[in-house]
Nanobody, 126 residues
């Protein structure tokens, strides 16, 4: 089992920045290091489906809507993944979820992820 805990959400104004963190823990890291997992960030706004934001195994991939504004990174020594969000827009308002893919693929499909955090709210006011 893998536990994921997100933090760093909040209420900001358009144009501001936030950095989300996702701390991973679990006994599975004993035989399969965190570095083997692909990690993803997804978000879900009210009344909308969950959508891909970014993913990383060794390098990051991004949804077109956040490319150039968001940066995903990871600290394998501390089992943590980050999402740096710059130039935030009201359209970025959503609950942001961290997810882990045990097969290391890092695809944009939420169906390919096996573990999920509880989510952290990001609200961007205009």
């Amino acid at each position: 089992q893998v536990q994921l805990v997100e933090s760093g959400g909040g209420l900001v104004q358009a144009g501001d920045s936030l950095r989300l963190s996702c701390a991973a823990s679990g006994r599975t890291f004993t035989w399969s290091p965190f570095s083997n997992y692909a990690m993803g960030w997804f978000r879900q706004a009210p009344g909308k489906e969950r959508e891909f934001v970014a993913a990383i195994r060794r390098s990051g991939s991004y949804a077109d809507s956040v490319k150039g504004r968001f940066t995903i990174s990871r600290d394998n020594a501390n089992n943590t993944v980050y999402l740096q969000m710059n130039s935030l827009k009201p359209a970025d308002t959503a609950v942001y979820y961290c997810a882990a893919d045990v097969h290391g693929r890092g695809t944009p499909s939420h169906r390919d992820y096996h573990y999920w955090g509880q989510g952290t709210q990001v609200t961007v006011s205009s």
